[in-house]
């Protein structure tokens, strides 16, 4: 990574100027996540908290409440409070459905157990809430547990639709909006209102959240599907493997030709799948264009996203975050 | 059970005094329970909330506003709060470790998977900061989410005390505070804050509640070895085959004689057990009169609970809930 300020990446300019306001929230973070009586939750904590995560969701509440003028200290709360909720979500994706595990698959929790990443995942919810509720702001409450609500919501849509080939786009744009962009939307949002900002400027930022989280989940599946370095250390095919419906499958499914069909119903819908298929289900996805297309959308709503800046106050950090939408995109070339 | 006012149970008392009030709770709970999204929620939940459970936390928020002289309607958004708190942490509960699915027992969640426990948990969790926010009560905001912090805190020490024979009555009550006491105390407290009542109120409902609440749990754990009708429907012996460190357990430990610690390393810390031993833990405890001293403590904290009503207004419900405190104790007679 250079240090030249123009080639470095957009997410790490963006970390440096606002790296005391980061440097606060990771101290209130790790001050938030003890526990006196049962000691074993930052154990569980520590090693997904202080990861070195892109801290994207926290950055957003910070940015956005500069950007809006604020000069208190609380956005350091909410800026805690959201990557809880984040690290908590992580925690109970990770808890294992007892018929996979059946199937003999890795489990996601290899260091700890079910029980555990879901108590520990609880208690960084209520703690999240505990932070909240320190701004003493009502209107900041209301918006980030209207968005754990629809994170959950999102979360069960997907358990239900996974698996099946019917899925359309709408439904997987619903997923998206829910498990991924409500958090990026209502981090912006808050931060803002939490500055006091005008109306106008609190539905800009919710919006470039909310373009900004889908375009990042966008890129996400597709990201799943392609095999080279830039993947950075996630295995192409997971979503293959676990049978969900992303955006480049329901793209490929849309075009299938009767034979085609019946292979996305033998390796989807029945999960009966074989040396081969992933290499297969790709050929086919490049054959209709279906990888490129997924692209292109998640371009789209990366510009959606940077448009409504526009109505910002001018700067840097305004500028950071319009680089920001076109980096969620480019970790795509 | 009898329709004669003198020998109606108190908890059957108080539901009929309370009798508007739980019916627009219960409107409330199927209202915020549904999911226009994820249709699923509600078919998880409904078999949950709606199964006519004995709704104790709710009646201790809505008496306790009551015996304080609210006369708004924002109660039954904290009552439905605190039965989606619990609904939550019963969903959670139900998630089966992998390591205890392996020694082969029937797991706790048989019509659902783990996955769909713990995301409908979550859920609730997300309904019940909505309907704490609708209160716009900061105070009851952080009554609540300390205490949903803390429920998780007694709930994960619980998981490093269980199997670990050296777990003491403190720990015990440790654990009991957290993962019980703290939704009863919080749920009485909250009612009280809610209708402006003096601060001396105020922490009178609070120490009720959780003296209550541990009367509460040291019931169920004593019931948990009692094999009589009485126990309705609970398997005799949970707690054992399950090697919790409950309270008749930790009392018969310390008494044991080395043959005794013997046999208590081995089906609790070794988990080695065999037909017969349950019936020997029991003969042990009776030997050293563990029962029976679980059962006068468990009266002491219903007493200790029953002598903080005093300072509350005189009348017909703070004598019911005087006798809802024998009534939790009476379940062992």
């Known amino acids: ?77 909410l800026a805690a409070a ?3 909720i984040h690290t908590a979500t992580l925690l109970h994706d990770d808890v294992v459905d007892e018929s996979k595990q059946r199937r003999g698959r890795p489990t996601a929790n290899l260091l700890w157990d079910n029980k555990s990443s879901v108590l520990v995942g609880d208690y960084l919810f ?64 808050a931060g803002a209102v939490l500055a006091g900002a005008p109306e106008e400027q609190i539905s800009a930022l919710h919006d470039y959240g909310e373009s900004l989280g889908i375009a990042f989940q966008v890129v996400d599946d597709l990201l799943d599907y392609l095999s080279d370095a830039k993947t950075m250390g996630k295995n192409v095919g997971d979503d293959f493997r676990e049978r969900k419906l992303t955006l480049p499958v329901i793209k490929a499914v849309a075009k299938a030709t009767p034979e085609e069909r019946a292979f996305w119903v033998r390796v989807i819908d029945k999960g009966d799948q074989h040396e081969g298929d992933l290499e297969h289900a790709l050929e086919l996805m490049k054959a209709h264009g279906s990888l490129e297309e997924t692209r292109q959308a998640a371009i789209g709503w990366a510009d959606r996203g940077r448009a409504r800046l526009a109505i910002l106050p001018a700067g840097d950090l305004r500028d950071m975050l319009d680089d920001l939408a076109d980096y969620v995109v480019a970790r795509l070339r």
């Open 126 to 189: 209520a703690r999240s809430f505990q932070l909240m509720t320190d701004t003493q702001n009502l209107r900041v409450l209301s918006i980030l547990s209207n968005a754990s609500a629809v994170i959950t919501e999102g979360e069960v849509l997907q358990l239900s639709a996974a698996e099946d080939l019917a899925t359309t786009e709408d439904t997987y744009y619903k997923v998206v909006r829910g498990k991924t962009a409500a958090l990026f939307s209502a981090s912006a949002e």
């Open 82 to 84: 959201v990557e809880f």
């Open 1 to 77: 990574m250079s240090l030249d300020d123009k080639t470095e990446k957009p997410h790490d300019r963006l970390a440096k100027a606002l790296e005391a306001d980061l440097s606060a929230t990771d101290a209130l973070i790790l001050q938030r996540m003890a526990s006196e009586n049962a000691p074993r939750i930052p154990e569980v904590t520590a090693h997904l908290v202080g990861a070195g995560g892109k801290r994207l969701r926290p950055m957003l509440t910070i940015a956005a409440a500069r950007l809006c003028g604020y000069q208190g200290s609380l956005h350091h709360n």
